[in-house]
């Protein structure tokens, strides 16, 4: 019988993988996903791009992080105060053909919402796609824009 040495630090990283484990499958609403969503992707992952809401005196500005999307897959939505983002990257059937070793990427279906809390101007909404960034400019609606009031004399 050989001799371990214990190492309190290889447990943590074992009882961390195992947690990693347990949540991966979760999407961020903290739900499992369903059998369909799970074989969108080649590992089986839900995936959920990175966005930046950024907000100004004049505007809210969204940056979503899509990188190898065609922009005939992605769909906006604005609905009230309510922008829903929609999309799908697709696993390539030519990358398929090759022997992976490791696929880190996703893929797949996804869906973000984000409540605005402000109206905004619906006929003035714009959005672009240029490497791999989907930006849209949501402007504000004139009645929620600061006024300067003027104070008279007496």
């Not at 347990?22 to 992707?41: C, D, K, V, W």
């Not at 949501?138 to 600061?146: A, C, I, R």
Request: hydrophobic letters at 35%; proline letters at 5%.
């Amino acid at each position: 019988m050989a001799i371990v040495r214990f190492d309190p630090f290889r447990e943590l990283d074992r009882l961390q993988n195992e947690v990693n484990r347990l949540f991966e499958g979760y999407n961020n609403t903290g739900e499992r996903p369903s059998a369909m969503t799970q074989a969108n992707g080649p590992a089986g992952r839900v995936w959920s791009p990175a966005v930046d809401v950024a907000e100004t005196q004049n505007e809210i500005v969204l940056r979503a992080e899509l990188p190898g999307m065609k922009q005939e897959d992605i769909d906006i939505e604005l609905t009230g105060d309510t922008l829903t983002l929609r999309g799908e990257r697709k696993f390539e059937n030519e990358e398929r053909k090759e022997n992976f070793v490791r696929v880190e990427r996703s893929y797949g279906r996804f869906q973000r919402s984000f409540t605005l809390g402000v109206p905004v101007q619906f006929d003035a909404v714009t959005a672009s796609y240029r490497d791999g960034v989907l930006e849209v400019h949501l402007p504000k609606s004139e009645d929620t824009k600061p006024r300067k009031v003027q104070v008279s004399a007496g």
